[in-house]
């Protein structure tokens, strides 16, 4: 019965509270071992810089992806519909511990942070001298393609970065023949950008990548790019997953790339963070051959290792990820033919069908959904339960009672009651917008009617 | 003990969200004299009045919660002040006779203000509910820091003024009564005390004055909390006695004694009274019997307007109420049933409670409210009754839907049905016999801050 266990659970847990804080008070006393602090030192001066082959700017490995910046703590965010909700405070601190460590790439974009990202990225880095960092920004007119509102984005790129040159300059998201046409051809957008460039204000011209194998082999082909940013990681390396439109794999990509020496920006190398949290018989395979590296190094360490990378992003909220990552490229540690193997059995275990997560990457591209839901949310709770055990799809599990409890109360600690996937109306708004071409309402239906299963059984 | 016993049962079943006090401790409200009149649960009903033909008012003393509040809010308090000889003994039998007629017909709601278990309802889960899930959300907070799912966070929000208002104006007047002379207000206002009172008039075992041994020191009545002690004449008004014995403790000459009578003759005249008392209850019993039958940019998240409740013109009654009828007559108010909805679908109004869906729906896994209903004005049901019984039925409003105010598809209502109700063809046609009325349509449209669906109730609950 349910009830009863319940109250079982609550003893356990004031047990449990009483005792750590006992244990804190203990180990208050006790003395520091000092090699384990050695160990999470972070170098300021070891991180492994790549070069532009077409300027010579020596970048860092690691990039900051200023797509994810620290919010104002959570509590406050559901009244924040409107406005900006990025705490500027520990931007600041982010952007100087970066700087500080080595890393001198920051990539940022119009539309990123419900539009606030480069004002705050700028506010950051114009504390720091022009010369210590490289800027990369984007042409994201996926609203209004018209000329004037594609001139305007760009004209606030450098008012918001506080900048008169663009280091890297990206035409933003394209993966197909109409949507680029629609965007860049016919509002003479990009012959502008060319003209930029030769004009010296855009330092370098590329393109972010979600889309077809045909299309990228056609933008390839029919013009000049100093660079190219695309998405590579150890699960989208060879195999090219099933809801994604991207026909064609990281390993192509790459490859052509490399064979026209243009160098290769890197997102996504962790997939929103779900590389960080893989299932748990991924990290035990992990921690089995290295019990100190975090999973997330890993993912790092299989991008970096590729010689054709300039850099790679990753989009870190908290000092730690920045910390970790700076430790992994501080320096680089190629990885061995083994642990190559060892990734590789790795992506076959994420891969299987029954860890299979939804491909959501939290890159926010489909927010605001009109009808109020938390889209990446719902999904992060959905793979995160999945990955982490707590996934109650079987009843005859033992352990199927404590699953479903953790579920359903994780999922309203995590999304507010009227943001969660029993309100999609279906109305398709979103899908349009996400680059990893999820059918997000009917992922939605899927994951309400688990829910749904779930509530039901008392 | 036993008073302690009760007092905190019965606050925990008006505290406690998650319904797991009420599988043990459920039958503290069952067994509380109004709501058992109401529920014709004549054994509950019989069971009280033995009690009190046998040892008087043990009901008032220890099993009422409002009675027990009283004595905690005077248990500091050394003496009363003693009362004047007559009693506001017309006051007293003129609410006791309005108050009956309210059991027969629509449960009053000056019934509902007297009822003494009610009365106690509204001042736990309006007053003291807020600081108990209050104190759960903070462990609820820790727990999550701790990555426990022990505790969850629990909404704790304003139902509605006038319940508060009410629950306020309740304890101070119950407070200032009870302070100044103890059971103040068993002895004037309340109607089962009054009720239990005539009774106990009859009882066979009370507190007895030994005459012959009584000095008329005073000791007694100062001691009494019912004012029910007339010490010159060394005699006991039995109407208000409620049999808390502390008279027989604080007598320094031992001469009252809590017994059964001596005399021969005083055993057979009481023994015909109480005869014709109990021909009297069973045909009030089986009254009670035959009443019971019946893009611009990523991210961000877009602003909810909060859910407003649309104009029904049937209100809706919880499933197992049979009726509106039957729920509207026998709510006490007594807000047992919003304390345990997890949904938050039954609110309380000024005196009745009601169904509504801005906040939730009535699930179909969920049965709570009738389980713990002390009145039988919801009646215990199952899941599986749930899903057949219709308590009202939707109706569609086609200005406010989003398929044609926003231009877009949508089938969440459709999708979302219980019972499939719904067809999308492609707005949403429903089925009136296959509706029950349960609100996940209305709860979850997305057309804010009027649903475009929404439910009216049915008189009659039926069975589908």
Same mark, same amino acid.
């Given at each position: 019965?349910?009830?009863?266990?319940?109250?079982? *659970?609550?003893?356990?847990?004031?047990?449990?509270?009483?005792?750590?804080?006992?244990?804190?008070?203990?180990?208050?006393?006790?003395?520091?071992?000092?090699?384990?602090?050695?160990?999470?030192?972070?170098?300021?001066?070891?991180?492994?810089?790549?070069?532009?082959?077409?300027?010579?700017?020596?970048?860092?490995?690691?990039?900051?992806?200023?797509?994810?910046?620290?919010?104002?703590?959570?509590?406050?965010?559901?009244?924040?519909?409107?406005?900006?909700?990025?705490?500027?405070?520990?931007?600041?601190?982010?952007?100087?511990?970066?700087?500080?460590?080595?890393? !001198?790439?920051?990539?940022?974009?119009?539309?990123?942070?419900?539009?606030?990202?480069?004002?705050?990225?700028?506010?950051?880095?114009?504390?720091?001298?022009?010369?210590?960092?490289?800027?990369?920004?984007?042409?994201?007119?996926?609203?209004?393609?018209?000329?004037?509102?594609?001139?305007?984005?760009?004209?606030?790129?450098?008012?918001?970065?506080?900048?008169?040159? +663009?280091?890297?300059?990206?035409?933003?998201?394209?993966?197909?023949?109409?949507?680029?046409?629609?965007?860049?051809?016919?509002?003479?957008?990009?012959?502008?950008?060319?003209?930029?460039?030769?004009?010296?204000?855009?330092?370098?011209?590329?393109? &972010?990548?979600?889309?077809?194998?045909?299309?990228?082999?056609?933008?390839?082909?029919?013009?000049?790019?100093?660079?190219?940013?695309?998405?590579?990681?150890?699960? *989208?390396?060879?195999?090219?997953?099933?809801?994604?439109?991207?026909?064609?794999?990281?390993?192509?990509?790459?490859?052509?790339?490399?064979?026209?020496?243009?160098?290769? +920006?890197?997102?996504?190398?962790?997939?929103?963070?779900?590389?960080?949290?893989?299932?748990?018989?991924?990290?035990?395979?992990?921690?089995?051959?290295?019990?100190?590296?975090?999973?997330?190094?890993?993912?790092?360490?299989?991008?970096?290792?590729?010689?054709?990378?300039?850099?790679?992003?990753?989009?870190?909220?908290?000092?730690?990820?920045?910390?970790?990552?700076?430790?992994?490229?501080?320096?680089?540690?190629?990885?061995?033919?083994?642990?190559?193997? +060892?990734?590789?059995?790795?992506?076959?275990?994420?891969?299987?069908?029954?860890?299979?997560?939804?491909?959501?990457?939290?890159?926010?591209?489909?927010?605001?959904?009109?009808?109020?839901?938390?889209?990446?949310?719902?999904?992060?709770?959905? !793979?995160? &339960?999945?990955?982490?055990?707590?996934?109650? *799809?079987?009843?005859? *599990?033992?352990?199927?009672?404590?699953?479903?409890?953790?579920?359903?109360?994780?999922?309203?600690?995590?999304?507010?009651?009227?943001?969660?996937?029993?309100?999609?109306?279906?109305?398709?708004?979103?899908?349009?917008?996400?680059?990893?071409?999820?059918?997000?309402?009917?992922?939605?239906?899927?994951?309400?009617?688990?829910?749904?299963?779930?509530?039901?059984?008392? | 003990?036993?008073?302690?016993?009760?007092?905190?049962?019965?606050?925990?079943?008006?505290?406690?969200?998650?319904?797991?006090?009420?599988?043990?401790?459920?039958?503290?409200?069952?067994?509380?004299?109004?709501?058992?009149?109401?529920?014709?649960?004549?054994?509950?009903?019989?069971?009280?009045? #033995?009690?009190?033909?046998?040892?008087?008012?043990?009901?008032?003393?220890?099993?009422?919660?409002?009675?027990?509040?009283?004595?905690?809010?005077?248990?500091?308090?050394?003496?009363?002040?003693?009362?004047?000889?007559?009693?506001?003994?017309?006051?007293?039998?003129?609410?006791?006779?309005?108050?009956?007629?309210?059991?027969?017909?629509?449960?009053?709601?000056?019934?509902?203000?007297?009822?003494?278990?009610?009365?106690?309802?509204?001042?736990?889960?309006?007053?003291?509910?807020?600081?108990?899930?209050?104190?759960?959300?903070?462990?609820?907070?820790?727990?999550?820091?701790?990555?426990?799912?022990?505790?969850?966070?629990?909404?704790?929000?304003?139902?509605?003024?006038?319940?508060?208002?009410?629950?306020?104006?309740?304890?101070?007047?119950?407070?200032?009564?009870?302070?100044?002379?103890?059971?103040?207000?068993?002895?004037?206002?309340?109607?089962?005390?009054?009720?239990?009172?005539?009774?106990?008039?009859?009882?066979?075992?009370?507190?007895?004055?030994?005459?012959?041994?009584?000095?008329?020191?005073?000791?007694?009545?100062?001691?009494?909390?019912?004012?029910?002690?007339?010490?010159?004449?060394?005699?006991?008004?039995?109407?208000?006695?409620?049999?808390?014995?502390?008279?027989?403790?604080?007598?320094?000459?031992?001469?009252?004694?809590?017994?059964?009578?001596?005399?021969?003759?005083?055993?057979?005249?009481?023994?015909?009274?109480?005869?014709?008392?109990?021909?009297?209850?069973? #045909?009030?019993?089986?009254?009670?019997?035959?009443?019971?039958?019946?893009?611009?940019?990523?991210?961000?998240?877009?602003? #909810?307007?909060?859910?407003?409740?649309?104009?029904?013109?049937?209100?809706?009654?919880?499933?197992?109420?049979?009726?509106?009828?039957?729920?509207?007559?026998?709510?006490?108010?007594?807000?047992?049933?919003?304390?345990?909805?997890?949904?938050?679908?039954?609110?309380?109004?000024?005196?009745?409670?009601?169904?509504?869906?801005?906040?939730?729906?009535?699930?179909?896994?969920?049965?709570?409210?009738?389980?713990?209903?002390?009145?039988?004005?919801?009646?215990?049901?199952?899941?599986?009754?749930?899903?057949?019984?219709?308590?009202?039925?939707?109706?569609?409003?086609?200005?406010?839907?989003?398929?044609?105010?926003?231009?877009?598809?949508?089938?969440?209502?459709?999708?979302?049905?219980?019972?499939?109700?719904?067809?999308?063809?492609?707005?949403?046609?429903?089925?009136?016999?296959?509706?029950?009325?349960?609100?996940?349509?209305?709860?979850?449209?997305?057309?804010?801050?009027?649903?475009?669906?929404?439910?009216?109730?049915?008189?009659?609950?039926?069975?589908?």
């Amino acid at each position: 019965m349910e009830e009863i266990s319940n109250s079982m *659970d609550r003893r356990d847990f004031i047990k449990l509270v009483g005792a750590g804080a006992a244990l804190a008070a203990l180990s208050g006393c006790g003395t520091q071992e000092k090699s384990s602090a050695k160990q999470l030192e972070v170098p300021t001066d070891k991180m492994t810089y790549r070069i532009d082959p077409k300027n010579g700017n020596k970048v860092s490995l690691l990039g900051y992806g200023c797509m994810r910046w620290p919010r104002i703590s959570r509590a406050q965010k559901e009244s924040l519909t409107e406005g900006s909700d990025l705490d500027q405070e520990a931007v600041n601190k982010l952007v100087d511990y970066a700087i500080a460590h080595g890393v !001198n790439f920051f990539d940022t974009s119009p539309r990123y942070c419900k539009g606030f990202s480069e004002s705050s990225t700028g506010i950051a880095l114009s504390r720091h001298p022009r010369d210590k960092y490289f800027i990369s920004t984007k042409m994201s007119n996926q609203g209004n393609p018209s000329r004037e509102e594609s001139l305007n984005i760009y004209k606030r790129s450098f008012e918001n970065l506080r900048v008169d040159y +663009m280091d890297y300059y990206l035409v933003h998201n394209v993966g197909n023949h109409k949507n680029f046409k629609e965007r860049y051809i016919d509002n003479g957008i990009l012959d502008f950008m060319m003209k930029e460039r030769e004009a010296g204000r855009i330092r370098s011209l590329g393109w &972010s990548f979600h889309g077809d194998g045909e299309f990228f082999d056609y933008l390839m082909s029919e013009y000049q790019w100093d660079f190219v940013l695309i998405q590579l990681n150890y699960l *989208d390396w060879s195999n090219v997953v099933e809801s994604n439109r991207t026909s064609v794999s990281a390993r192509h990509q790459y490859e052509v790339l490399a064979e026209k020496n243009i160098p290769a +920006m890197i997102m996504e190398p962790l997939l929103g963070g779900r590389l960080a949290m893989p299932h748990y018989k991924a990290r035990t395979m992990m921690a089995q051959t290295d019990p100190n590296a975090s999973a997330a190094s890993w993912a790092f360490r299989f991008a970096g290792s590729l010689p054709n990378v300039l850099t790679v992003l990753s989009g870190m909220t908290f000092v730690e990820h920045l910390q970790d990552n700076i430790r992994t490229y501080s320096p680089l540690a190629p990885l061995t033919e083994n642990e190559s193997a +060892m990734l590789n059995q790795v992506a076959q275990i994420v891969l299987a069908p029954e860890n299979r997560n939804i491909n959501c990457t939290t890159c926010q591209y489909c927010m605001p959904c009109p009808y109020g839901l938390d889209i990446p949310e719902i999904f992060t709770h959905f !793979n995160r &339960s999945l990955n982490e055990g707590n996934f109650p *799809d079987n009843k005859q *599990d033992a352990d199927y009672r404590r699953a479903r409890r953790a579920f359903l109360v994780g999922q309203d600690r995590k999304i507010s009651p009227i943001r969660q996937a029993n309100r999609c109306t279906g109305c398709q708004i979103c899908r349009k917008n996400c680059p990893q071409n999820i059918n997000i309402p009917q992922e939605m239906q899927r994951i309400d009617k688990f829910t749904e299963t779930l509530k039901i059984d008392v | 003990m036993i008073k302690a016993f009760f007092i905190i049962a019965i606050t925990l079943l008006f505290l406690d969200f998650t319904g797991t006090v009420h599988t043990y401790l459920g039958w503290c409200a069952k067994i509380q004299l109004v709501p058992a009149i109401l529920a014709a649960n004549i054994a509950v009903f019989l069971g009280i009045i #033995l009690i009190t033909l046998i040892f008087g008012r043990i009901y008032c003393l220890i099993i009422c919660p409002l009675g027990i509040l009283q004595d905690i809010i005077s248990i500091k308090k050394r003496f009363f002040y003693r009362p004047p000889r007559k009693p506001l003994i017309v006051l007293r039998y003129a609410l006791l006779a309005a108050f009956i007629p309210s059991l027969f017909f629509a449960f009053a709601p000056l019934a509902v203000l007297l009822d003494p278990y009610s009365a106690y309802g509204r001042i736990a889960s309006q007053l003291l509910g807020p600081v108990y899930k209050w104190a759960n959300n903070l462990f609820a907070y820790f727990a999550e820091s701790a990555g426990s799912y022990a505790f969850y966070s629990v909404d704790v929000w304003l139902k509605g003024i006038a319940p508060l208002v009410l629950a306020i104006v309740t304890l101070i007047a119950v407070g200032i009564s009870a302070w100044k002379s103890g059971r103040g207000y068993c002895n004037t206002i309340c109607p089962a005390g009054a009720f239990l009172g005539l009774l106990s008039k009859f009882s066979v075992i009370k507190p007895r004055i030994d005459k012959e041994k009584c000095k008329h020191c005073g000791m007694c009545a100062k001691n009494c909390k019912a004012a029910c002690i007339d010490t010159t004449r060394a005699e006991i008004d039995y109407l208000r006695c409620i049999t808390c014995l502390k008279c027989t403790k604080s007598c320094p000459l031992g001469a009252i004694k809590y017994a059964p009578p001596t005399g021969a003759d005083k055993l057979s005249k009481e023994g015909l009274a109480r005869r014709k008392l109990l021909v009297g209850t069973t #045909l009030l019993a089986s009254g009670f019997a035959t009443r019971a039958a019946a893009n611009q940019f990523d991210g961000g998240l877009a602003k #909810l307007e909060d859910k407003k409740a649309p104009v029904r013109t049937k209100p809706i009654a919880p499933p197992g109420a049979d009726s509106y009828q039957n729920f509207h007559d026998r709510c006490t108010s007594c807000q047992l049933c919003i304390t345990v909805c997890p949904n938050q679908v039954l609110r309380p109004g000024i005196t009745k409670a009601h169904v509504s869906y801005e906040r939730g729906y009535c699930r179909p896994e969920c049965v709570k409210c009738s389980q713990v209903c002390p009145t039988g004005a919801i009646h215990p049901i199952t899941t599986a009754d749930k899903s057949s019984i219709q308590i009202g039925t939707a109706v569609w409003n086609k200005e406010l839907c989003i398929i044609t105010k926003d231009k877009v598809a949508c089938d969440l209502c459709a999708r979302k049905c219980p019972t499939a109700a719904i067809e999308m063809i492609p707005f949403p046609m429903i089925d009136p016999y296959r509706c029950i009325g349960c609100g996940a349509c209305e709860h979850l449209c997305p057309a804010r801050p009027y649903s475009a669906i929404h439910v009216e109730g049915v008189e009659t609950h039926r069975v589908i």
